[in-house]
């Protein structure tokens, strides 16, 4: 069967830097930033951004404010976008989602029109988890049951239509097994749902990971191509039969015609704080690590995914050829 990837994350050739040249940039904000973060507040993706936050203020001489828009599987926070001036003054973290949703959902902006892409921030590393005392010891033990009780175990995702649920719907027409999906805003949520007893599993990005070290959770299999070190005792679903890949980044976007000099500096000051030793060591935490995507090569990454992805929505059931 031909491998499932939700995302690109790599193999880009290396595309031109901005063409602002280093110490060119004179831009300076004249006001606090705001940010609109697409995922619930406490998540893994809203902490990162407050450290970015915190360091990238102190470069550019304002705040730098992180508001939280969920919902809208992770779309709403880029909508924020539509009626702001690029003046550099508000911008948005863009999830995988955002290239995904309007090829199923009526939406009143374009992904690849609208925006202005800035650097990529990190991606996510996916797998299925269960709190330790599930019965299930297995991704093998998760399958049998969804294919003797089809639908009657929940599971948890940070949304309709995200990397979550489409790992699972490829687990399900691959397998047989039927699981009834519950969609949440963010990490936060569903562990908590998780560790409340209202799903079963959670099959999403890595906010389990400090509960697995914890003994709490237990990884059943990573959606990732090879086995994580950290990890190493646990399989792939590949190595299960079910080939997919589900990594999947997140990035800074601007209103559309933001000024290159904005740009530039922008992109300059989060690739900075983007290499602090805290801001890696948080995110180490839950198997991350910074994306680099300057802004041509995040461009050039949204222009082929949103081409890609399309063929995976239509067998997937949610959009329509």
Not at 285 to 298: D, L, M, S, T, V
Request: glycine share 10%; net charge positive; hydrophobic share 40%.
């Amino acid at each position: 069967m031909r491998r499932r990837r939700f995302s690109a994350l790599a193999g880009a050739a290396a595309l031109a830097l901005p063409t602002v040249a280093r110490g060119q940039s004179k831009w300076k904000p004249e006001k606090p930033i705001t940010i609109y973060n697409p995922f619930a507040a406490g998540g893994v993706t809203d902490v990162h951004l407050r450290l970015l936050a915190e360091t990238v203020g102190k470069i550019l001489g304002q705040q730098v404010i992180v508001d939280v828009r969920a919902g809208a599987a992770g779309t709403l926070a880029p909508a924020m976008l539509m009626n702001a001036k690029p003046d550099g003054q508000s911008l948005a973290v863009m999830s995988i989602n955002s290239l995904r949703y309007p090829h199923y959902q009526q939406v009143n902006w374009d992904p690849l029109k609208d925006f202005t892409y800035i650097c990529g921030l990190s991606a996510y590393t996916m797998g299925i988890v269960v709190r330790s005392d599930s019965p299930w010891k297995t991704f093998e033990d998760m399958i049998a049951s969804g294919k003797k009780e089809p639908e009657k175990a929940n599971f948890g995702t940070s949304g309709v239509g995200g990397t979550g649920q489409l790992m699972m719907i490829e687990v399900e027409q691959v397998t047989g097994a039927k699981f009834t999906h519950v969609p949440y805003k963010g990490g936060a949520e569903w562990m908590q749902a998780l560790m409340g007893g209202e799903i079963q599993f959670i099959a999403d990005a890595a906010q389990w990971a400090p509960f697995v070290d914890d003994g709490k959770c237990r990884i059943l299999a990573f959606a990732t191509e090879q086995r994580i070190e950290r990890y190493k005792d646990v399989p792939t679903m590949i190595e299960r039969g079910v080939n997919v890949v589900g990594q999947s980044p997140y990035g800074l976007v601007g209103p559309k015609n933001m000024p290159p000099e904005i740009v530039d500096t922008i992109y300059r000051a989060f690739r900075q704080a983007m290499a602090e030793p805290k801001v890696n060591e948080y995110l180490a935490k839950f198997i991350q690590g910074p994306w680099n995507k300057n802004p041509a090569e995040y461009r050039a990454f949204a222009e082929k995914y949103f081409v890609d992805v399309k063929p995976l929505l239509i067998k997937a059931g949610l959009a329509k050829a």
